[in-house]
Structure formats: structure tokens, C-alpha cells
């Protein structure tokens, strides 16, 4: 069963058809899904948007440290993820601060990690509904 706040997400997000009624992608939607699909598939991009929906808004720097990488390296990660307008930035000072504006985007992190963790749980031999 899904929590109240996944339900209000997921009415946030998708405030369009459900997959099912929607026509057949066509090559030029399936190769633009696609590219969204390969900006994402970055384990570094993932932690840092995960660190950014734990903590809503984060600099570089503690976008840095929470990875344990660089802050020039992060800064190019972000780029790629602001180029797709997954997220927004702003300046204050010195820092650059960035947060998620695209709340699909969190939603697919949800579904991908409770993905993962059920293709772990049945390769283990273990089913969800058991």
C-alpha cells in the first residue's frame, strides 16, 4: 500500500494518461525517453539526486562532500541534470544551491529502488506477497 504522500507525488507528477492509454511511443519519444534514461543511468548522478530529495535543497560543496567527490567533478554532474531541467539552481555568495523541480523525477527514483529491492528479494527466493 502506498502512503498518502507517495499518492499526492504521483498525482504531481503525472497529471497526464496513464501509460496504458497512451498511444504507442514512436521512434522519435522512445529515443527521447531513451536519452533521458541514459543521463540518469549514472550511479553518481542517482546519489546526487537522492541527496537532494533527502534534503530538499544543497551547495556543491555539501553536494560534494555527501558523494565524496570533488566540487568541480559534481558541478559537471549537475550541468548534465540541469541541461534535462531535472533541476534549478541559484546563487547566493560564493554557492551555487540546487534542488529537484521535476517531481517525476523522484517518483522514478522511488519505483527504481523499490525495483531493485524486489528483484534482490527474489533472487533471494523471497516474493513481496508471500
Known amino acids: 500500500m502506498k502512503s498518502k504522500t507517495a499518492k499526492l507525488t504521483e498525482v504531481d507528477c503525472c497529471d497526464k494518461p496513464s501509460l496504458k492509454e497512451r498511444p504507442l511511443l514512436s521512434p522519435i519519444q522512445a529515443g527521447g525517453l531513451a536519452?533521458?534514461?541514459k543521463v540518469l543511468a549514472n550511479d553518481t548522478r542517482l546519489r546526487l539526486l537522492h541527496a537532494l530529495v533527502r534534503a530538499d535543497e544543497l551547495?556543491?560543496?555539501d553536494l560534494a562532500a555527501s558523494v565524496g567527490m570533488k566540487p568541480?567533478?559534481?558541478s559537471n554532474q549537475l550541468q548534465r541534470l540541469s541541461d534535462?531541467?531535472?533541476l534549478a539552481s541559484r546563487r547566493e555568495g560564493n554557492s551555487i544551491y540546487y534542488r529537484l523541480v521535476d517531481l517525476c523525477v523522484r517518483s522514478l527514483l522511488d519505483?527504481?529502488?523499490?525495483?531493485m529491492e524486489e528483484v534482490s528479494e527474489r533472487s533471494r527466493g523471497r516474493y513481496c506477497c508471500d
Open 111 to 115: 519505483q527504481g529502488l523499490c525495483l
Open 72 to 74: 568541480q567533478a559534481v
Open 59 to 61: 551547495c556543491v560543496t
Open 84 to 86: 534535462l531541467g531535472i
Open 35 to 37: 536519452a533521458v534514461f
